[in-house]
């Protein structure tokens, strides 16, 4: 998966924690998946409850094309949340910013080559949040992994199996037994292929998504039994210098997951990150390969 860039950049993301959205008659649990869909701009966002609990993170060490940064280990998430069942589309994103344009055009297409320097991004979570009365962020890495795995701890949430069938990836690299195809070389609507059991789509191929963590001074992330990892529920100032990036004083990590349509099978499995850096030619974070999903948090 490409690198980017080393550069100084400050991005403002407006997180704030809010009333959890569905009522829950007494007695009643939320099924994992259950829907809430909520309409701003005239365009419908459609979200899959993700129930609280713990998984393991990360992968075992025989498991093909394991990387430095995945040690399997226990996490806990006490809190339940809601994530957007698909990658957010252009129809979506242009309902606050009609202007900008991805490589690939296309209303159900996933939002790529989003600037975040210059705010573009924020300004899309702002308009959401004054708009529909809610309030959003980018998932972190474990609760993005923990809601792509959907209770499964194999390589990716429908098996141990990828190919060019089953998500939009580079098909001439499938993965396990999967059957060799081609690459499209582009993106896909969403929603094209089977989503995981808790409802959510394309979290393996078509774009990479955007995860964003605390990482406070000494605590590790990574630690076998670690609760909430990396969350944040406040406004943020993120200051990124290089590959270091803070939110007052916290360190801040972004990471993508899930890989992109012009990547192997091995870089979409679930465990599978990569660190993001800044593009200084093109002046802002990304490319078509990268996108991002909502996380709407009680």
Known sequence: MQNFIKQYFVIAITVIALNFPLAVQAGEELKPG????LKAGGVE???CYIPAGSFMMGSPESEKGR?????LHKVILRKPFYMLENEVTQEQYAAADKKWKSRFTGAKL???????PEGKIVKFFQWLSKTSGKKFRVPTEAEWEYACRAGTSTPFNCGKDLDSTMANID???????????KLLNKTTEV??????????YDMHGNVAELCMDFAEKGVDLYKDGITDPGAFNEPLVIEVRGTNSYAKGIPVRLNVRGGGYNAGGSECRSAAQDPLYINIAENHVGGDYLGFRLVLIP
């Open 171 to 181: 098909g001439y690299y499938p993965y396990g037994n999967g059957v060799k195809g």
């Open 45 to 47: 966002f459609t979200f």
């Open 110 to 116: 996933p939002v790529e080559n989003f600037m975040m």
């Open 191 to 200: 929603k094209q292929f089977k989503p995981n059991t808790w409802g959510l």
């Open 67 to 71: 990387g430095p940064g995945e040690k």
């Open 34 to 37: 259950s829907k809430l869909t």
